[in-house]
């Protein structure tokens, strides 16, 4: 079963916020975030395994409430370079991925 | 890093033909690797999980006849689109993780291979 992500698109401008949700009805034991550019393969950006888990480069962290199910992705002083479609993933039993709907992140200038 | 390589990076052929995607995983070894279907502005859907050495494992709704996967080693997979109609045309796309690293390793992927059908 696929995750839910929210909100499906989001504008920016540059140097605004945003932040992802994708949450699951299923047990989450990990959450992967990719991006995707238009017509490239995704990008791992990292993967959450514990519940509280929170991680982050650059400007982009995430975070893990393994009991709500859920995971949120946050982009702070967005760049250029940020958009495209954020995929969060979650595992299943044979180390399969199951990918959210997406959600489109458009930065302006 | 680990790389994924995917050939051909597009395909146009007529329909009614058979076409062949190859997925390579250049430096790991990968006894899982995964096939996903993308339509344009939607969500990767996983098609099939393939597995070295044995039957892949279809998703539901995916007609296994039609999609032949082959995995004979351990860094590659082979997705054969079987008399390939205008509806198949996609973003085909490979994954696959690092066997050799334990679990919950991030899933690399190929470039993917954009087929349309005439």
């Known amino acids: 079963q696929q995750p839910v992500q929210s909100p499906q698109a989001v504008i920016l401008r540059e140097g605004e916020d945003a932040v992802i949700n994708c949450s699951s009805s299923?047990?989450?034991?990990?959450v992967h975030w990719y991006r995707q550019k238009h017509g490239e393969a995704p990008v791992f950006l990292m993967i959450?395994?514990?519940?509280?888990e929170q991680k982050g480069h650059d400007k982009i962290s995430a975070s893990f409430n393994e009991k709500k199910q859920q995971s949120s992705l946050y982009l702070t002083a967005s760049q250029l370079s940020y958009s495209g479609t954020y995929f969060c993933?979650?595992?299943?039993?044979?180390?399969?991925?199951?990918f959210g709907a997406g959600t489109r992140l458009t930065v302006k200038p | 890093g680990a790389v994924v390589s995917q050939h051909p990076s597009w395909v146009i052929c007529k329909s009614g033909t058979s076409v062949k995607i190859e997925c390579r995983s250049l430096?790991?070894?990968?006894?899982?690797m995964f096939w996903y279907r993308q339509f344009p502005k939607q969500s990767l859907m996983l098609m099939a999980t393939?597995?070295?050495?044995?039957?892949?494992?279809?998703e539901q709704g995916v007609e296994k006849d039609k999609f032949l996967i082959n995995h004979a080693s351990l860094t590659l997979s082979t997705l054969t689109v079987t008399s390939a109609h205008p509806e198949d045309s996609s973003f085909y796309i490979c994954?696959?993780?690092?066997?050799?690293?334990?679990?919950?390793?991030?899933?690399?992927f190929g470039d993917g291979t954009r087929l349309s059908i005439l």
């Open positions: 994954s696959a993780r690092d066997s050799g690293r334990g679990g919950n390793q991030p899933q690399h």
């Open positions: 299923k047990a989450l034991y990990s």
């Open positions: 959450l395994l514990k519940g509280g």
């Open positions: 993933g979650t595992g299943g039993g044979n180390n399969d991925m199951r």
């Open positions: 430096d790991f070894q990968a006894t899982t």
């Open positions: 393939s597995n070295e050495g044995s039957k892949a494992t279809y």
